[in-house]
């Protein structure tokens, strides 16, 4: 609780050039930010677009691929029952 009170006494005391530095600082690395989340996205769209390909061209519509950093395995499932009733939040 100290803490919070040293934080608001803190951004509270400082002047209007330092809030308007401050500003301006998040709002750049906000941005920097944004742009990293955009380019990674795009390679991600990049190096999946080959795999759904791939699921589409060679396997039913209801097979799924898992891939993490060490494998993909394609799944097809025979028969499934699924339900909530045992969920426990």
Known sequence: MENNNLLREFFNSQSDIDTYLFSAVREKLENE???WIEEKSGD???VSRPMIKYMAENWHPHAICLVDSL??????GEKVYGTEEFLVD
């Open 33 to 35: 930010f944004e742009k």
């Open 44 to 46: 991600f769209v990049f």
């Open 71 to 76: 494998r993909a395995e394609v799944y097809s």
